[in-house]
């Protein structure tokens, strides 16, 4: 999940920015960030809408 940490550090904004606009709590955005949780499949195409990437980014 590296590549989500990149994708929010380019476009400058914050893990609590990120998670409002998906409407979950910063502490499960970080643990998709972390590699501790896997987003499922409702979620990564809410987070690929989100920074305009495709799912398999």
Same mark, same amino acid.
């Given at each position: 999940m590296?590549?989500?940490?990149? #994708?929010? $550090?380019?476009?400058q904004i $914050?893990? *609590?920015e990120?998670?409002k606009? #998906? +409407?979950?709590?910063r502490a /499960?955005? *970080?643990q998709y960030e #972390?590699?501790?949780? *896997?987003? +499922? /499949?409702n979620m990564? /195409?809410? /987070?690929s +809408?989100?920074y305009?990437v495709?799912i398999?980014?």
């Open positions: 590296k590549k989500l940490k990149e #994708l929010h $550090t380019m476009r $914050t893990q *609590s990120v998670a606009a #998906l +409407n979950i709590e /499960i955005y *970080s #972390l590699g501790k949780r *896997s987003p +499922n /499949i990564l /195409i809410k /987070i +809408n989100f305009k495709f398999d980014y």
